[in-house]
């Protein structure tokens, strides 16, 4: 069982930045690929960003060169610093894990409850 609480998410004014984070409980946090998603309304979820399980990360090309994602194994804490953000980058972020080494929409075995980022000026 892996439970995850993203928190950090809020409003912010086109071309800043926020940080989320997402703190995972268990003793294996190091052994899961760690994912992003956002799902704006009326929109299908899709992916952001990873960092697989065996080191590494990577992107959808939306966000390529924005955002970063970084973990934390110790904490057992996974985060996504997001940069030049613009109001289509509104949606509910949710963290997600599994033991794969890509990790998607469908494959995910553990997801957060979301938290809201809103880009608006």
């Known amino acids: 069982q892996v439970q995850l609480v993203e928190s950090g998410g809020g409003l912010v004014q086109p071309g800043g930045s926020l940080r989320l984070s997402c703190a995972a409980s268990?003793?294996?946090?190091?052994?899961?690929?760690m994912g992003w998603f956002r799902q704006a309304p009326g929109k299908e979820r899709e992916f952001v960003a990873a960092?697989?399980?065996?080191?590494?990360?990577y992107y959808a090309d939306s966000v390529k060169g924005r955002f970063t994602i970084s973990r934390d194994n110790a904490k057992n804490t996974v985060y996504l610093e997001m940069n030049s953000l613009n109001p289509e980058d509104t949606a509910v972020y949710y963290c997600?894990?599994?033991?794969?080494?890509?990790?998607?929409?469908?494959?995910?075995?553990?997801w957060g409850q979301g938290t809201q980022v809103t880009v608006s000026s």
């Open positions: 268990g003793r294996t946090f190091s052994y899961y690929t």
């Open positions: 997600a894990a599994t033991q794969s080494l890509l990790i998607t929409r469908n494959n995910a075995n553990y």
């Open positions: 960092s697989r399980r065996i080191g590494g990360t």
